[in-house]
């Protein structure tokens, strides 16, 4: 299937390690042109090189860009269009968190999930918006967390702000419908990918090294009606399936999880 994404162009933010790095790499395979959007250069640079020598006819850059200062992301935006023409597609895929229970948080753990998790989603789709208005379309996807619709354990400030974001999406889905932008969101499970070397250095996963050995991942698979956990790629199949008009063009407002069943919303 033609997914409809050849030369047309996508910001992906975090695009650089695991997650947000596969959705880099998936984009790259349909020909899409990439701007990678993240605080870690060498890890960015690494994926755009990856999906440069795809050769399948789009083009990757690296803007340095923290997704909480509005600064940044006014320039990445402004970067991307001045690049490639226009920017089709926002993939708001920066995310952090450190696990805790919430007796064990502190007022400045939750500003910063906070700002992270969800200022870093207001402020990257506002600096889209008028662009994608003006051109009469656009598609917008979300990576938010299972843990928003779970109550997970240890996330309680992260699961909230990432319940915030499916909420924040099906406004933006509601309000800009009718300039043919698209909003929806995307909620993995578990998701790890295969080698160290996809995560970069800043990877929320550096700070949890040996939280996932062979017996752990087993643990968790066990709770999942698949019996796996997800990688990086089941992910971005997920995302570029809702970018694409072709495949998605009826699609809005939808929070999808792609987490092996984990968590089934009616
Ligand atoms: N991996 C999982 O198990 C899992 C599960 C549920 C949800 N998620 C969500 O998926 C998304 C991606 O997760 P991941 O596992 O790939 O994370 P990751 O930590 O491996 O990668 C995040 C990327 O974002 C970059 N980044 C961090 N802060 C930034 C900032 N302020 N501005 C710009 N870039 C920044 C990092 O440098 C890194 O490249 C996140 O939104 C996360 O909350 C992940």
Redesign the pocket.
Known sequence: MDLGLLKKTAIV??????????ISLVFAREGTNIVI????IP??EKTAQEANGLKAGGKAIVVK?????RD?VTAMVKKGIDEFGRVDVLV??????NMMLFTETTPEFWDKVI???YK?VLNCTRAVLDHMIENKGGAIV??????SRMGEFKEAV?GGV?AAVNSFMKTIAREVGRFGIRANT????????KEDAQ????????QAAGLFTPDQVEKIAKVYPLRK??R?ED?AHAVVFLASNVAAGHITGQVLSV?GGYSMVG
Do not use: E, H, L
């Open positions: 933010t975090g695009g650089a390690s695991n997650i947000g790095r596969a959007g993240d605080i870690d890890q960015a860009c923290d997704v909480t200062n940044d708001n895929n920066v995310g952090w968190d700002s992270i998790n870093g979300s990576i938010s967390s299972d843990a992260y990432k995307v909620c993995p499970g578990v998701t790890i990918p995560i970069g250095d800043k990877s929320m996963w550096k956990v997800g990086p992910i987490s």
